[in-house]
């Protein structure tokens, strides 16, 4: 039996490098990213736009160092990307991810996003553990957010459960295990030895899914310009010196 399994390992080898080829130009599938048979995106985005969509969770070490990487990364996307981030949920109850529904929904997120990293993994402001209303009073506290928009957006339950759904379907398709994950396009996890390699993959494939640019039109050619008609010069007869011979 052993013999056999080795055998036939052995003759599915020459298979390995044809699976292994990119399907993105230029890129290798098992380097750069890995396609995922049921992934889409997580939002909808117009004809031609590319998503690239961070899972992270406020309490991991690695996604509060990635977090101002990632964010001065945006800033060089091409025209035909966006960075869209989607919060690690556990379950429905999950308050990490219901603090950036809320914030989400407040208008407060470019406030609070970089504040709870800082409260968890800086100051110890917020411990790991922290419950819902422990993470929504520190929230209540942070200058420029408005309190009562907060507090409505959290305890807005149909709002937060379809917000939950959304983004535990979407990490369940993409097969995400860890945080940070960087999924293109919805169909390609992000692969990366360091957190600036996978900002340079991450970087390649979205190149990669350009939409294609139409060919330049042809210079229409053109007739060169006929000569301009020149009069003919006037023929003026010699005087006449000698009348008698006109008729």
Not at 180 to 202: C, F, K
């Amino acid at each position: 039996m052993r013999t056999l399994l080795l055998t036939l390992a052995l003759l599915l080898l020459p298979l390995l490098p044809a699976r292994a080829q990119s399907s993105l130009p230029g890129l290798t599938e098992g380097v750069e990213y890995r396609t995922l048979a049921d992934g889409q995106p997580y939002q909808p985005l117009p004809p031609g736009m590319v998503e690239v969509a961070e899972v992270f969770a406020y309490t991991c070490p690695h996604c509060a160092h990635f977090a101002p990487m990632l964010k001065a990364w945006e800033k060089q996307l091409p025209p035909h990307a966006r960075l869209v981030l989607v919060p690690w949920v556990s379950d429905r109850n999950d308050p990490w991810a219901r603090i950036y529904f809320a914030a989400r929904k407040a208008g407060a997120l470019d406030l609070l996003h970089p504040r709870l990293f800082a409260a968890i993994h800086d100051t110890g402001e917020l411990p790991r553990t922290a419950s819902g209303p422990q993470i929504l009073a520190f929230a209540s506290t942070v200058r420029g957010v408005n309190t009562t928009a907060l507090k409505a957006a959290w305890q807005d339950e149909a709002a937060q459960l379809d917000a939950l759904r959304a983004a535990f379907e979407f990490e369940r398709r993409t097969e995400v295990e860890g945080t940070p994950t960087l999924i293109v396009a919805g169909r390609y996890q992000i692969l990366g030895n360091s957190y600036q390699n996978l900002l340079d993959n991450a970087r390649k494939v979205v190149a990669a899914l350009a939409p294609a640019q139409p060919a330049p039109a042809k210079p229409t050619p053109t007739k060169p310009a006929s000569a301009p008609l020149r009069a003919s010069p006037r023929r003026v007869p010699p005087p006449v010196t000698d009348r008698s011979s006109l008729p």
